[in-house]
């Protein structure tokens, strides 16, 4: 629908908003009783994270919180979505809070009221206590039950005035980076345990929707999501490669929260690297416990070739046989990463005729570019402007198509550390010079408190 003055309108209770996680922004690694987790040790490990950086100080939010909570403000931010650091309320991975790391985010759930924000909290972006790790981490059952705790701790402290709860950000990340291919904390690279980690980590999901059922909060869980396509149709190789793909990285995921059953085909494949013991009667019922709502992390498509191992620059696809290609003709963000907006509204589509009818919401979508800062610290970015204006109209599509979109949340509210990358990546709508913290609203901030307030885009 198009308004009178010729913007492409979204709903009218549409929740426009931006996105962080707690290691990447937060800082105070050491502070008020916070214990390390597994980014800690992962990039103070020598030649695992770019240059060496570290999340030590990040953004250093945890100091700087009015000024953020008065920069989402001034950009009109309808929702913010942050991530409560796990290893901040339970230092050890188990036992009571630590009331300190409670009460900065009972802080920051406050600022965000007090300016009219609605706070959208994920309970897991990755920093798993390293003390769970040592036990095994997520290829251990026992963290799943652990998540769970700790998931009713943070939901019983904050749960009247938190309405919007995801249990787990980008669970592929965490199993098969983090344990299939090497490259995220915890550094494994061994198939048997991601897909053990996979299972885990939904189990724990499952386990806290059981534990945050009261009231009438709403629980979702975010996945990383992409369509996928062979580089060559007519290559059977790349057909089945495809195929592969898909499974591992959407259906593995989709199958057993929606459907209650894993794909048999990635089952298959991975049969001859364990014996999936791991997967116990009943825990496919848990896993699939009803969501109010799904959030989805759409940042490209995935064209991919069959390959016995990837090449430098490719995506990893642990123990799959493929490696990602970028299309031909295709810009490309700073990452590397195909910049194919059309692919969310397939995504999305695909979704509703597949598997849910639920709200889904996007959760994370951006981009890094290499920003250039003036002399004053300005930042004409646009690259991002462009790049955001696409995926919006690729949203608006889908929402034309009948899917049930509520939101949309930029990655990300702020330049930060980028995982493996340090920071020499740059995703943010507000530029931050890390050796000052001095924060500056980029031109497509301005640009997107424009879309927020006419809730809509122009043209």
């Keep these: 629908m198009s308004s009178p003055g010729g913007a492409s309108n979204f709903p009218e209770d549409f929740l426009w908003g931006a996105a962080t996680a707690a290691y990447q922004v937060e800082g105070a690694a050491g502070e008020d009783g916070r214990g390390p987790s597994i980014w800690d040790t992962f990039s103070h490990t020598p030649g695992m994270v770019f240059h060496g950086d570290t999340g030590d100080v990040a953004c250093d939010q945890y100091h700087r919180l009015d000024e953020d909570l008065d920069l989402m403000a001034g950009l009109g931010l309808k929702a913010y979505r942050f991530s409560v650091a796990w290893p901040r309320i339970q230092p050890g991975g188990s036992g009571p809070a630590n009331p300190k790391g409670l009460d900065f985010y009972k802080r ?136 592969r793909v898909d499974g591992q990285a959407n259906r593995l995921y989709l199958d057993p929260l929606f459907r209650g059953s894993y794909p048999e085909d990635i089952l298959e494949h991975y049969r001859p690297d364990t014996d999936l013991s791991f997967i116990r009667d009943g825990d496919l019922e848990t896993v699939s416990a009803p969501l109010d709502f799904l959030g989805v992390n759409y940042y490209m498509r995935h064209t991919v070739r069959e390959a016995e191992r990837p090449r430098a620059g490719s995506l990893l696809f642990p123990g799959i046989r493929a490696r990602s290609v970028t299309p031909h003709g295709a810009e490309t963000t700073a990452m590397g990463w195909p910049i194919e907006p059309d692919g969310l509204t397939e995504i999305l589509v695909r979704l509703k005729d597949e598997y849910t009818n639920l709200p889904i919401y996007v959760t994370e979508s951006g981009a890094a570019f290499h920003d250039y800062a003036d002399p004053e610290g300005a930042v004409e970015d646009e690259e991002r402007v462009s790049y955001l204006d696409a995926h919006f109209r690729a949203a608006r599509a889908a929402i034309g198509e009948g899917v049930d979109l509520k939101g949309y949340f930029v990655w990300s509210l702020l330049d930060n550390f980028e995982w493996a990358e340090g920071y020499s990546k740059r995703f943010g709508l507000v530029r931050v010079d890390y050796a000052t913290q001095r924060r500056t609203p980029k031109s497509s901030a301005r640009w997107y408190a424009g879309v927020i307030g006419r809730n809509g885009l122009e043209g």
């Excluded at 990340?173 to 090497?182: C, E, K, M, Q, R």
């Excluded at 885990?200 to 929707?209: D, T, W």
């Excluded at 909060?217 to 060559?232: D, E, H, Q």
């Design 108 to 243: 920051l759930v406050a600022g965000l009221r007090e300016r009219s924000i609605e706070p959208v909290l994920t309970l897991y972006h990755w920093d798993l206590p390293q003390a769970l790790e040592d036990k095994g981490g997520w290829t251990s059952r026992e963290t799943s039950s652990r998540f769970a705790e700790y998931a009713g701790i943070v939901n019983d402290a904050l749960s009247e005035d938190v309405r919007f709860w995801i249990t787990l950000n980008e669970p592929w990340v965490s199993a098969w980076l983090g344990y299939g291919a090497g490259v995220h904390a915890p550094g494994y690279a061994d198939p048997a345990k991601a897909l053990a980690a996979t299972h885990h980590l939904l189990l724990g999901h499952g386990l806290a929707v059981e534990r945050m059922r009261v009231g009438d909060n709403r629980i979702g869980i975010t996945l990383n999501l992409s369509p996928v396509r062979p580089a060559k149709e007519e290559r059977p190789a790349d057909v089945d490669a495809a195929q």
